[in-house]
Structure formats: structure tokens, C-alpha cells
């Protein structure tokens, strides 16, 4: 046992800036989370038919499970990057209220959309299926399902507004807060910390994502209203995967911040920024607005320099994650003697996770590969495995470290076995989905051949354990509230 | 003084565009209507009013900016009675409200502002280039789908315009100085 303020760092974890604003997102997060995984094991055990599930419902599901999850981890991750820049910036209380205002008002909407108006589109809103239902749902569902991304993008707009005019207004521009002067050798006598760092370049390429996706979101409102206005499909394919692509690794890129800040106290050593883990940020910058590309490899009418570029993007991007974050992680974990608490265990799982996840998008990102296999369930396991072992660990990392206390104290029996349940649960989870995907078979199909039933089945064991390790921690959670963080 | 000069000049110049407006689609929405509006504000330039009033005049702006956004009403500016409203409302509803409003506003509201303008301008580049009908009767569809493009490429502009100082910092501030900058308020 030791206490954090043995390997306290100064400057750092001195404030606890709108924490309690930050407890309330991290306790809607892990609800919602725990919910929309439940979500996921209703459709896993239909597929396995070992329950009934309309086919209507089963594509609504997936819809509130695609949406709901990105727009959870989203939110988590906000509110980890929003946390940890308020303890180098002056962050404005009211806007992150207004934020979470706007948040949740996107996920009324998005929820009256699905479960009242039968909007089963997915996530994805791909144009121009939100106008051709087929009678499953009628135009206004649909539009209600985009005002509801629109409310929850102005919010993510004003929380980017007001972190980049702070990063500004500390640094001067952006430019240093990316850590040019120590890409560039220059002196620099209060260079960016790693948290600063990464929020500016998340600030960057989200904000860029949000403004294109709100142009192709408010055109395919346009399209709905009056189905006259025919937007070029491949345009908006191209908008809506930039959108939604910067989106889900904004959130990742945010969280990771959680590892930053929070494994100095364990490790001892300070996390600071380099001149490699500097260009590694801005060649994220620019990697992940570059990439998207690899999710039309499919559309043989793309420019096929396009499609090159995102098989190329696919193979570089992993290496500034790998080679900084995940291989720095090793160096400072390694001969640390940490104390291994739940907390800090979680954190480098999802640095695990998210390294190992980032293996199997590459192998999809190569063109010949992805002929076969973009359609299968290898899909929804690379990016699952992002998710359960990457962005949500870091979640839920950030949330037992919240209600930690003063004192590092070991793992007791339920983190423990909460830990070993979600790890072996999450981690059968994905593997299941990407033997599937390896065995050809579809994604996103309601209903599944009897070939298929053993993957479903084992998916669904495993995919229990998942809810069941989830809820440990969110009750735990929810049962410390009342401890001040480490 | 000689902001009122310019404002007139501005005033002069987008009247002495009318034939021009009535040729091109682009000229009449991007040259000649941002010209009235910049007449509006330089007339407006010394002007101060209170805090308070911020609100109903950013109003005003933004309900006379949305009116003159419609195709419908592109079209009904160039007839008489159009052209007239048109002359006398985006400098008066739209050029100076929205300059006496703008210091009273905070730097995250202007920033979604901009941020919104660019993704309307988006928005317009995809009606005006994928309308299957004439959007503007006096217009031919190959010019309106020019405009279609000029909104694409004034939204590309703009955000040029508006990140490349934020990104690299203000000039008068330095190469990214370590001291801050007094004038970006560090």
C-alpha cells in the first residue's frame, strides 16, 4: 500500500476542477454504457437463437447500440480530457453544462427516433437510407435521428470552442500547444504537457470532423424534407466516415489522457512531453483525418489514389500509438514496483487494448483483404476490441481512480474478480467475433444461419460476462462516490 | 469619418454592380450582398451600444441573414421593390447589428458562429450543385451550379482565414513565443 502523495507530481492533480460535473457525466456514461451492452447481448443471443427478437426490433437495437456507444464514449472521454485540461487550463464551468444539456437532448431525440418512430438506419445515417425505410419507419424519425447527432455535435462544438480558445489563450496558438517548439528544437521553457498535447490536436481534427458533419447532416435533412434534392452519394459517404471516423478516435484520443495524468502517480515518474511523442501527436493530426478512406476500399468508384492513401494511412497510423504511448507505457510500468489497484490496471489494459485492436483494423485496411472481409464480423471485432479493451477500460480506469481516495491499496477480491470478469469476457468477446469474421460471416444480419449458431452462442456467453464485469464497476463506482480522487 | 466614407463607397460600389447581380448568380450573392453588408458595418463602425442590446441585434442580423440565404429571395432581389429591400436591409438589418453586437460577444459564441457559417456554407455548396430544378428562376442551372462551387470554395477560404491565426498564434505575438501573447489575451 503507499499513498499518492509519495509519487505526488507538482503541479499536477492539485485541483479537482468541476469534478462534480465530471462524476455525474462518468455515472450517465457507465449507465449507459452498461445499457447499450445489454443492448448488445439481446441482439448477440437473438443471432444465436436462443431468444425471439423481431427483425424491425433487432435493426433498432443496433442502431441505439451503434449510436448510443460512440456517443458514450464520446462523452466519457470529454469529460476525462475536460478533467485533466482544467489542471493546466481555466475551463468555463457553464459551458461544459451546456454541453452535457445538449448531449442529452441529442439522445432524447435520438431515443424517440429508434423506440417511438422505428428508425432502425444504424448509426452510420448513410445516405440515402434514412429516406428509403421501405415503411419501416417514416421521414420524421429519421430527421429526428439527425437533429439529435446535431444537438449533441453543437455540443461537442462549444466544448471544443472553449478548450481551444483556453489552449490558446495559455500557449499562444495551437502550434506550441502540438509541441512545434520541440519538433523543431526550439527553446521552450513551458513546453505543453502530454494531456495539452493531445487535447489541442483532439480540438483540431474533431472540430474539422463536427463542421463537415454538421454540412452533411443538415443536406440530408434537406434530402428528407424534400427528397427532390438528391445529395452525390459518394460525397456524403465520404463526409459522413470522415465524421464519423475522426468521432470514435477523437474519443480514444481523448481518454487516453486518463493515462497520462494518472500513471505518473502510480509509476513515480513523470509523464512529460518529448520531441517524439510530440510528432507523434501531430502525425495522428494527421492520420486520422486521413484514413477514413480505408472504409471505402469497397467503392470502386473512388479515386483509386484515395483508396491507396487509406491502405497506407491504415499501416502508419498505428505506429505513433504504438510506438509512443503503448511502448512508453511498458518503459514506465516496467521496474516501477507500482501497486496495482483497479484503477491503474484498467489503464494498462486499455493501453494493451487499444494497441492490439489497432492490428486486425490494419489487416482490414489492406484493399485485397477487404474484398472479403469488410462485411464479415471481423469488422465490428477490431473495433470492438478498440472499444471494450481500449476506450471503455480507460472509462472506467478513470472512474475507479475518481473514487480511489488518498491511498493506493492492492485489488481487493470483487476488483479482482470484476477485473478477471470483464478482461476474460471482453477479450472472448472480440476474439469470437473475429473467428467469425475469419469464417465469413455477415455482419449486421438480424437473422443467422444454423452453421453460425456456435459463434452467437459462445459470443453470448462471453458477452454476459462483459455486463456482468461492467455493472461490478459501475456500481462501485456509484457505492465511493463519496471519496475524493487520488 | 472615414469609416462612413468607405461604407458609402462599399454602398456605391454593390449598386454600381446591379447589371453585373443580374448576370451572375455568384456575383450577386458573393460580391454584391457581402458589399452591402460590409457597407452596413463600416457605417456602423464607430457606433457603441450597451451590453443589453447585444442579443435582439445579433437577432435581427442572424433573421436578416437567413431571410437573404433563400433562393426564393435571390430571386425577388432582382426585382424593384426587391432590390430596394435589399439595398436598404442588409446594411441596415444585417451590416450594422451585427457590428454593434459583435464586441459584446464571447469568443466561444463568435467561434460557433464562424463554425456554423462554414458548415452552411457546406450545406449551400451541396443544394446549389445537386438541385435537380433551377433554385433561382433568373439563373441558369449551369450558373447556379457555379455558385454551388463558389460556396465551397468561399467555405474553404474562410476556414483558412479563421484557423491559420489560431494554429500558429498572431503574428505581433512571435514565433511560438514562450512569454504569451498581450494581444490574444495571455
Not at chain 1, 178 to 187: A, P, S, T, V
Not at chain 1, 206 to 223: D, K, P
Not at chain 1, 315 to 321: A, D, E, R, T
Not at chain 1, 337 to 361: E, H, R, Y
Request: charged share 10%; glycine share 10%.
Amino acid at each position: 500500500m503507499s499513498t499518492a502523495s509519495e509519487n505526488y507530481i507538482p503541479g499536477h492533480a492539485a485541483a479537482a476542477p468541476q469534478a462534480g460535473a465530471v462524476k455525474l457525466t462518468m455515472i450517465l456514461s457507465g449507465a449507459v454504457f452498461a445499457l447499450m451492452m445489454v443492448f448488445g447481448l439481446i441482439m448477440r443471443a437473438a443471432q444465436g437463437q436462443w431468444i425471439e427478437l423481431d427483425a424491425a426490433l433487432f435493426y433498432q437495437l443496433l442502431t441505439a447500440h451503434g449510436a448510443g456507444m460512440v456517443g458514450t464514449a464520446a462523452l466519457s472521454g470529454a469529460a476525462i480530457m475536460w478533467y485533466f485540461g482544467g489542471r493546466h487550463l481555466v475551463l468555463t464551468g457553464g459551458i461544459f453544462w451546456a454541453f452535457l444539456g445538449l448531449f442529452l437532448l441529442g439522445v432524447v431525440l435520438i431515443l424517440g427516433a429508434i423506440f417511438i418512430g422505428g428508425y432502425g438506419g444504424a448509426w452510420t445515417f448513410l445516405f440515402p437510407l434514412p429516406a428509403l425505410s421501405g415503411g419501416a419507419w417514416e421521414a420524421g424519425a429519421a430527421a429526428a435521428f439527425m437533429l439529435g447527432y446535431t444537438a449533441i455535435g453543437v455540443g461537442f462544438l462549444l466544448y471544443y470552442l472553449e478548450l481551444g480558445r483556453r489552449i490558446h489563450t495559455r500557449y499562444g496558438s495551437l502550434a506550441r500547444a502540438l509541441g512545434w517548439n520541440l519538433i523543431l528544437g526550439r527553446e521552450d521553457n513551458d513546453p505543453p504537457p502530454p494531456a495539452i498535447v493531445a487535447a489541442a490536436a483532439v480540438t483540431i481534427f474533431n472540430s474539422i470532423g463536427i463542421i463537415l458533419g454538421a454540412a452533411v447532416l443538415a443536406a440530408s435533412l434537406v434530402h428528407l424534407l424534400v427528397p427532390g434534392f438528391e445529395v452525390d452519394a459518394l460525397l456524403a459517404k465520404n463526409l459522413i466516415y470522415f465524421f464519423g471516423h475522426v468521432f470514435i478516435n477523437a474519443s480514444i484520443y481523448m481518454a487516453v489522457t486518463a493515462v497520462y495524468e494518472i500513471l505518473p502517480e502510480y509509476t513515480g515518474k513523470p509523464w512529460k512531453s518529448n520531441r517524439l511523442f510530440a510528432i507523434a501527436w501531430n502525425a495522428v493530426l494527421i492520420f486520422v483525418m486521413a484514413v477514413y478512406w480505408h472504409h471505402l476500399l469497397q467503392d470502386v468508384v473512388m479515386p483509386p489514389w484515395m483508396l491507396v492513401v487509406g491502405q497506407l494511412v491504415s499501416y502508419f497510423s498505428g505506429i505513433p500509438l504504438i510506438a509512443v504511448t503503448a511502448f512508453s507505457t511498458f518503459l514506465y510500468v516496467r521496474g516501477s514496483n507500482m501497486t496495482w489497484d483497479l484503477a491503474s490496471a484498467l489503464l494498462v489494459l486499455s493501453v494493451a487494448g487499444w494497441s492490439v485492436g489497432s492490428i486486425p483494423a490494419s489487416i482490414d485496411g489492406m484493399i485485397s483483404v477487404n474484398k472479403v472481409m469488410h462485411n464479415t464480423m471481423w469488422v465490428p471485432g477490431h473495433f470492438h476490441t478498440y472499444l471494450l479493451l481500449g476506450e471503455v477500460a480507460m472509462a472506467f480506469g478513470f472512474m475507479a481512480w475518481l473514487v480511489r481516495g488518498k491511498t493506493i491499496a492492492r485489488m481487493n477480491g470483487l476488483d479482482r474478480a470484476g477485473f478477471a470478469v470483464y478482461l476474460a469476457g471482453a477479450a472472448g468477446f472480440v476474439t469470437v467475433f473475429l473467428f467469425s469474421g475469419a469464417a465469413s460471416i455477415p455482419r449486421r444480419w438480424a437473422v443467422h444461419y444454423e452453421e453460425w449458431l456456435t459463434h452467437d452462442r459462445i459470443g453470448t456467453l462471453f458477452s454476459v460476462l462483459v455486463v456482468l464485469g461492467t455493472l461490478i464497476f459501475v456500481l462501485r463506482f456509484v457505492a465511493r462516490l463519496g471519496r475524493s480522487e487520488g | 469619418m472615414r469609416m462612413i466614407c468607405l461604407g458609402l463607397l462599399a454602398m456605391a460600389e454593390a449598386v454600381a454592380l446591379r447589371e453585373a447581380a443580374a448576370a451572375s448568380p455568384v456575383q450577386h450573392v458573393l460580391v454584391q450582398m457581402p458589399l452591402l453588408v460590409l457597407a452596413g458595418v463600416l457605417l456602423g463602425w464607430n457606433l457603441r451600444v450597451r451590453r443589453d442590446w447585444a442579443v435582439p441585434l445579433l437577432l435581427t442580423a442572424l433573421t436578416a441573414f437567413l431571410f437573404w440565404m433563400l433562393p426564393r429571395s435571390v430571386d425577388w432581389a432582382l426585382t424593384p421593390a426587391g432590390e430596394a429591400a435589399k439595398n436598404l436591409s442588409l446594411p441596415l438589418l444585417l451590416g450594422v447589428p451585427l457590428r454593434l453586437s459583435w464586441p459584446w460577444l464571447g469568443p466561444v459564441l463568435r467561434g460557433f458562429l464562424k463554425a456554423n457559417a462554414l458548415s452552411m456554407l457546406g450545406v449551400l455548396g451541396f443544394l446549389y450543385t445537386h438541385a435537380p430544378v433551377r433554385i433561382c428562376n433568373s439563373y441558369l442551372v449551369s450558373a447556379q451550379q457555379e455558385l454551388g462551387f463558389a460556396f465551397l470554395y468561399l467555405a474553404a477560404a474562410l476556414a483558412c482565414l479563421w484557423a491559420i491565426p489560431v494554429l500558429f498564434g498572431h503574428p505581433k505575438c512571435g514565433s511560438f513565443g514562450t512569454a504569451g501573447c498581450s494581444r490574444c489575451g495571455v
